[in-house]
């Protein structure tokens, strides 16, 4: 298969899935670097696997969006809730227009690099609260993407409707380790285990069998 | 009239236009510095009509834009061809998916300050050259914006099959001081006066019977 693909690659569970069940169409892959408490934690597991994998891995910084942005994900672990992703308080760490911005940026990119396709890994958990993951969005978001190319790109975003378990499950069958993976939105060394990205991660790998090895903090035996 | 509007202002003819055209709705200007050989010239023009009207100015970095991206509107004013606006060698200046990368970043800065439209200064003539300055693009992109956002922001773009001309007449109907805009690709001190957009401008203003005071450099007399 032709390696004609640029992923959008953060380093949590979903993305990383993506790049090893995707690798024979990926050519570059590209890391936003954009003030969230967990961005460097990210970029330390984008960089193993794409190291691990032989993927050329570009580290965008877009510096306007810590300076100018509202998100509690931009504002410290202690701005970050405690709960469930689904619910109503988790509201506070959109970041506005996150994906849109992300994947304009990644679009030019392919396009400099004679690419014809961008990949990401949104899910169907993200739509309860993110409006820039859900179906529409990204649908009018592909269509931008191919109007605005002089070459058609196209946007391939095929876990839009799966579950995280379903995303685990696919990582299973391709042995990802997922200890080298990051979710908490905290941003600490460890997982917190509390916050709803932690929730939905420890609930994604037991519902798809996987014995998690990740550390969190609120475990202490 | 509410000021409910955040504009794209480059400091050129068009956008300078829109923004006294549509100054009833306008709470913020974006200016966007990404590398281009006259991004500081235009930057110049913005923050004077800013100041003049009372419009608070942001400037965003793009550095990755500079780094990244292949155009020849990025490498220097030796890389921009002559000629007229709409020829084949004018597609070197294309920079990929700028205006998509900027209006995603619009509309993120404004569902942070609560704004619910961004506004674009493209028009019909730039068409041919650019895909993302069509309608099919500013279509599909306010559709992105609207389903990538909580309070389903708009995209603005009422030049989009204006010609230059058309946009200088309103602008003369304002009073627009168009020796304080600048368009030169070359991004020199004066005006080339041989570059496509320096066509485009003469032209504009000519056909617009606007006294054309600019400083063009091919103009000895």
């Given at each position: 298969?032709?390696?004609?693909?640029?992923?959008?690659?953060?380093?949590?569970?979903?993305?990383?899935?993506?790049?090893?069940?995707?690798?024979?169409?990926?050519?570059?892959?590209?890391?936003?670097?954009?003030?969230?408490?967990?961005?460097?934690?990210?970029?330390?597991?984008?960089?193993?696997?794409?190291?691990?994998?032989?993927?050329?891995?570009?580290?965008?910084?877009?510096?306007?969006?810590?300076?100018?942005?509202?998100?509690?994900?931009?504002?410290?672990?202690?701005?970050?809730p405690?709960?469930?992703?689904?619910d109503e308080n988790?509201?506070?760490?959109?970041?506005?227009?996150?994906?849109?911005?992300?994947?304009?940026?990644?679009?030019?990119?392919?396009?400099?690099?004679?690419?014809?396709?961008?990949?990401?890994?949104?899910?169907?958990?993200?739509?309860?609260?993110?409006?820039?993951?859900?179906?529409?969005?990204?649908?009018?978001?592909?269509?931008?993407?191919?109007?605005?190319?002089?070459?058609?790109?196209?946007?391939?975003?095929?876990?839009?409707?799966?579950?995280?378990?379903?995303?685990?499950?696919?990582?299973?069958?391709?042995?990802?380790?997922?200890?080298?993976?990051?979710?908490?939105?905290?941003?600490?060394?460890?997982?917190?285990?509390?916050?709803?990205?932690?929730?939905?991660?420890?609930?994604?790998?037991?519902?798809?069998?996987?014995?998690?090895?990740?550390?969190?903090?609120?475990?202490?035996?």
């Amino acid at each position: 298969m032709e390696k004609d693909s640029l992923i959008v690659l953060s380093g949590g569970m979903d993305s990383v899935t993506m790049l090893y069940d995707k690798i024979d169409r990926i050519a570059l892959a590209v890391n936003f670097i954009y003030g969230s408490n967990h961005n460097l934690r990210e970029l330390e597991c984008a960089r193993l696997h794409c190291k691990k994998l032989g993927v050329e891995l570009l580290e965008i910084h877009l510096d306007f969006m810590g300076e100018y942005f509202h998100s509690s994900l931009l504002e410290g672990a202690e701005a970050i809730p405690d709960g469930n992703y689904e619910d109503e308080n988790m509201r506070s760490t959109v970041v506005p227009f996150r994906n849109g911005i992300m994947l304009a940026t990644a679009a030019g990119l392919a396009e400099s690099r004679g690419l014809r396709t961008v990949m990401l890994a949104n899910h169907g958990g993200d739509h309860t609260i993110y409006p820039d993951c859900t179906p529409e969005f990204i649908a009018a978001m592909d269509a931008a993407i191919s109007a605005g190319t002089y070459e058609n790109l196209s946007l391939y975003a095929p876990y839009t409707n799966l579950t995280k378990t379903e995303i685990a499950k696919i990582g299973k069958s391709l042995n990802i380790d997922y200890s080298t993976t990051y979710s908490c939105y905290k941003g600490g060394k460890y997982h917190c285990g509390q916050c709803g990205t932690c929730c939905e991660r420890r609930e994604a790998l037991a519902q798809a069998g996987i014995t998690d090895t990740t550390i969190y903090e609120d475990i202490t035996d």
